[in-house]
């Protein structure tokens, strides 16, 4: 697995939002999560947070993107990751790590 982590390329803190969204092959959100993040100087972390996995089966975008808030980083990182549900059904929460 690719090992990359959000990381801080500024020796000053970094902190915002990290926005989650299941997207469906339409680009309409399925499933979103929101949490704030905080990267200190020249720092990297890794945040694990509960998504919920969409209930149909198909192929989706994992969109995860850290939007920073003032502080010398003022651009958002965007991920993308394409992902296949191969089983439909009920709602369950999964753990992912965020990997930017």
Request: aromatic letters at 8%; glycine letters at 8%.
């Amino acid at each position: 697995m690719d090992e990359r982590k959000p990381h801080n390329d500024y020796d000053k803190l970094v902190k915002g939002k990290l926005v989650f969204n299941f997207q469906d092959v339409g680009g309409k959100n399925v499933s979103t999560r929101e949490a704030a993040f905080q990267l200190n100087p020249l720092g990297q972390m890794t945040y694990v947070l509960p998504l919920e996995t969409p209930r149909v089966k198909g192929n989706y975008l994992l969109k995860a993107t850290a939007m920073p808030v003032g502080g010398p980083a003022d651009e958002p990182t965007i991920s993308r990751r394409k992902l296949k549900v191969e089983k439909s059904g009920g709602s369950r929460t999964q753990k992912h790590d965020l990997f930017l």
